[in-house]
């Protein structure tokens, strides 16, 4: 008993789906999705296997609304499930059974699903719908929207608990591991919407340190140093961001920069001092610096 989206990037060709329910850990029941297959949303009376066995499908080059109608078929349950898929092409399709919980229902738009059951009314599909469709950003922004347009027009009937998103590549690649761009679940939480965009920030953070690593790496410092400030703009109280920035900027002589990064990491986490002479080995920082950085803790 939820509500959900499945959607693809055009621009991308990115996968994603994502949900918002009054149900622990709907993460683990919903949300399915393999890069250059699809994507699945499984839900109401759910049936798990709607996600494996759809993906299976779609991964041998058969369409979303060729593989819901076969395993719609195939089920006995059929009428109190609601599923959406979208194949890695953009092919769509929904089912929602006659006997989902009301306020129960799903729209179909461009490369897009979006579905709900046991809503408070009937306008929190076409809110639902209108949020996507008007959202800006990348598809984890316009995913989010779309839930937040939901809960904005009243949302499951019983409250929120629990919210996941999960994001993949167009193209499988042999690396599977890689492919998956995003997963964040919210088990359990009185805000999840609100908790899944803070995770989403922390990940965009974390990925922003990365992308300043491989800019260092380049020896392109004024770039390192753009994505470093995003790091820290998008998690600001993450003192362990601020650390391994400081480490990367120390590195590459920009001691000025590095040093203030330090002492507010430290400031608010002064074990991390602790770690500066265990990466020694690394290459990480130098013997003869490990002192001066120290010397930093308050």
Known sequence: MTYSIVAREAESGYLGVAVQSHYFS???????????????????IANPDYGPRGLALMRDGRGAAE??????????????RQVAMIDARGGVAAHTGDHCIAAAGHLIGDGFSVQANMMVDDSVVPAMYAGYARAGGDLADRMLAALDAAQAAGGDVRGQQSAAMLIVRDARSERPWRDVLLELRVEDHPRPLDELRRLLDMKRAYASVDAGDEAL???????????YQQALDLA????E???????????????????????????????????????????????????????LRP
């Open 26 to 44: 709907v993460g683990s029941i919903v949300t399915w999705a393999e890069s250059g297959a699809g994507a699945v949303a499984t839900q109401s």
């Open 67 to 80: 593989v819901l109608a076969t395993l719609v078929a195939e089920d006995a349950g059929r009428e109190v």
């Open 236 to 239: 600001p109280d993450n003192e």
């Open 241 to 295: 961001l601020q650390f391994w920035a400081a480490v990367s900027l120390f590195k590459q002589a920009r001691e000025t920069e590095a040093t203030d990064l330090f002492r507010r990491a430290f400031a608010k986490h002064p074990q991390l001092a602790d770690l500066v002479p265990r990466v020694v080995h690394l290459g990480l920082v130098r013997a003869e610096d490990v002192e001066r950085i120290v010397s």
């Open 217 to 227: 790496g380049a020896g392109d410092v004024e770039r390192a140093m753009s994505h």
